[in-house]
């Protein structure tokens, strides 16, 4: 089933011309992978998806964008249940300067769920779903600033899922951190498309080619080419595509 479908996207930021004409679909319970030389509207076109760049002065989106068959451009939009269904990790680690516990909880508690009425249940299950439960299930009250990188950026990943969306967005979720707490990070990726739909932005095509199912290359707003990941890299249609994954372009 597709979780995602763009049908001829076009996205402005006044008048300039951020994303032409993207045809995009996205398989649900995969990880797809965008990549691309810097600003090439990777980032962009992710937050089409959940909507984030109605906060910029100036922009608009034209064309047609579903979530699960459902059309979430136009005015008529929820956006506060279009972004619990679609929750976003940001490049570096962002979490609230509250304690561990609190930042897990924060979303389930504004879509109305209390104490005594399972967070505390899903504050663990979440914390056990990115693997600090252990780690951290005696310092549920202590400060999440005090974490570590990676565990900050598991807490932030945690605190995505804890309000039950379908689609994970990423944008360069490791670029802050080390080889080792990237490689752990992969792995979690790996580990959450049994339960959700991701979809990453990354410039490291060498972690494209490690974790994600599809890939996409995109160059000047426009999505060159799409498919599945190991004949993007291997077997690529377009001579762009080649030139980029070689290293003669970007």
Not at 184 to 203: A, C, G, P
Request: hydrophobic share 35%; charged share 25%.
């Amino acid at each position: 089933m597709s979780a995602i479908t763009c049908k001829e996207l076009n996205f402005y930021y006044g008048n300039f011309h951020a994303l032409k004409g993207v045809n995009l679909n996205v398989s649900e319970k995969r990880i797809t992978a965008l990549i691309g030389p810097s600003g090439c509207g990777k980032s962009t076109l992710l937050r089409v998806f959940n909507r984030m760049n109605d906060l910029i002065i100036g922009s608009r989106a034209a064309g047609d964008v579903k979530i699960f068959g459902e059309q979430i451009l136009g005015d008529g939009v929820e956006l506060t249940g279009l972004r619990k269904r679609v929750g976003m990790v940001f490049q570096r680690p962002n979490p609230f300067p509250l304690s561990v516990f609190e930042n897990v909880a924060y979303g389930p508690r504004i879509h109305g769920l209390k104490r005594g009425g399972g967070l505390e249940r899903t504050v663990r299950e979440c914390l056990e779903s990115v693997g600090l439960w252990n780690d951290l299930k005696d310092h549920l009250k202590e400060n999440a600033l005090s974490l570590s990188g990676e565990q900050q950026q598991r807490l932030c990943i945690a605190r995505t899922v804890a309000t039950r969306p379908d689609i994970l967005l990423m944008d360069e979720p490791c670029s802050a951190l080390d080889p080792q707490a990237t490689a752990r990070i992969e792995e979690l990726m790996q580990d959450l498309k049994s339960n959700y739909t991701i979809l990453i932005v990354t410039h490291n095509m060498q972690q494209a080619a490690r974790v994600s199912d599809d890939c996409g290359f995109m160059l000047m707003g426009e999505l060159v080419e799409f498919g599945d990941t190991n004949r993007i890299f291997t077997a690529p249609a377009d001579k762009r595509t080649e030139d980029y994954i070689t290293g003669r372009y970007g």
